[in-house]
């Protein structure tokens, strides 16, 4: 990357005030991204804004539900316009609703199918346009190892499932012009939503993350790190090859 700002890379990062975003922000900033932290509540994002630049990096925090068409647009536009035009954009946002199908109300399916996969629909189209002018653009949609099938996330894992076709059909239509797109699907990863869901089951998240890393090859809980250094990794300009890909970071092959 180079240094001089005026050439800097524009990273968009939704979901980022947080979690697996934060850190995604984080990273991408320390590759040479200015960034631009993208979450439903712009306050929120101010404390990985903080982070970014104490360690001499640029960054925006933006206000923007990524299910809202007019919000995407208007975010997008802002990040263009302060930071410069989106050059990365990582689809991270998302939501649980998790429910046996039985129970499963029709607005917790649409919620999370909105945030997650409508979501991604309408980041990458209003920051593709950017990308195809300037013949170079990286996305990259988080998946999850949900995406194989897990009880009661009937909602959440259709939208990663579909997440993943949505990646290979914008490398299909975008790799002409210099934008690779893929998919990054964690496995267990300790954030705020994990520790909804311990709280939700009813147990301490130790036992959670124990229960869980006893269960993998690697026998550890995955951290926000781990994922961003992955996405990390497809946002390179040497990652200019590999497009369409699905790249489980689990702790091992099943997640
Ligand atoms: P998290 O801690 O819950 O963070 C998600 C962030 O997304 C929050 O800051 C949240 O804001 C924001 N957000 C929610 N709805 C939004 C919307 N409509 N527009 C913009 N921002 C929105 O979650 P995480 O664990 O870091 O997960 C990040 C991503 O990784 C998600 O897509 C998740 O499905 C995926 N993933 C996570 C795991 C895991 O084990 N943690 C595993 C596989 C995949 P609010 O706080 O205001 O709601």
Redesign the pocket.
Same mark, same amino acid.
């Not at 923007?64 to 299910?67: A, I, L």
């Not at 991270?92 to 939501?95: L, P, Q, S, V």
């Given at each position: 990357m180079p240094e001089n700002t005026t050439l800097q890379r524009v990273a968009i990062v #939704?979901?980022a005030?947080?979690? %697996?975003?934060a850190a995604t922000a984080v990273r991408l900033a320390r590759d040479g991204f200015a960034v631009a932290v @993208? $979450?439903? $509540?712009e306050a929120?994002g101010a404390r990985t804004v903080e982070t970014i630049e104490k360690e001499g990096g640029r960054a925006l925090a933006v206000g923007? $539900? &990524? +299910?809202d068409a007019d919000q995407v647009e208007a975010g997008v536009a802002r990040a263009a316009a302060e930071l410069g035009a989106p050059a990365a954009l990582v689809n991270?946002?998302? %939501?649980l609703r998790d429910n046996l199908i039985f129970k499963m109300t029709p607005q917790e399916f649409d919620a999370v199918i909105g &945030?997650?996969l409508r979501?991604a629909f309408l980041m990458a189209k209003a920051c593709q346009t950017y990308m195809v002018d300037a013949r170079w653009g990286r996305i990259v949609n !988080?998946s +999850?190892?949900?995406a194989l099938g897990n009880r009661g996330q009937s909602n959440y894992s259709s939208a990663k499932a579909g997440l993943q076709a949505l990646t290979k059909t914008l490398a299909i239509e975008l790799g002409p012009f210099g934008v690779t797109s893929n998919c990054v699907a /964690?496995? @267990?990863?300790a #954030?705020? !939503? #994990?520790e909804a869901t311990a709280e939700r089951m009813g147990i301490t998240f130790e036992e959670f993350t124990d229960r869980y890393a006893r269960s993998i090859p690697v026998r550890r809980g995955?951290r /926000?790190e781990d994922i961003a250094q992955a996405v990390s990794f497809f946002a390179r300009e040497e990652a200019g090859f590999v497009s369409g890909q699905v790249l489980y970071v689990a702790g091992g092959p099943k997640g």
């Open positions: #939704t979901g005030a947080r979690g %697996i975003g @993208f $979450d439903l $509540d929120a923007c $539900d &990524v +299910s991270n946002a998302g %939501i &945030v997650h979501g !988080m +999850s190892a949900a /964690p496995g @267990f990863i #954030t705020e !939503m #994990t995955g /926000p």
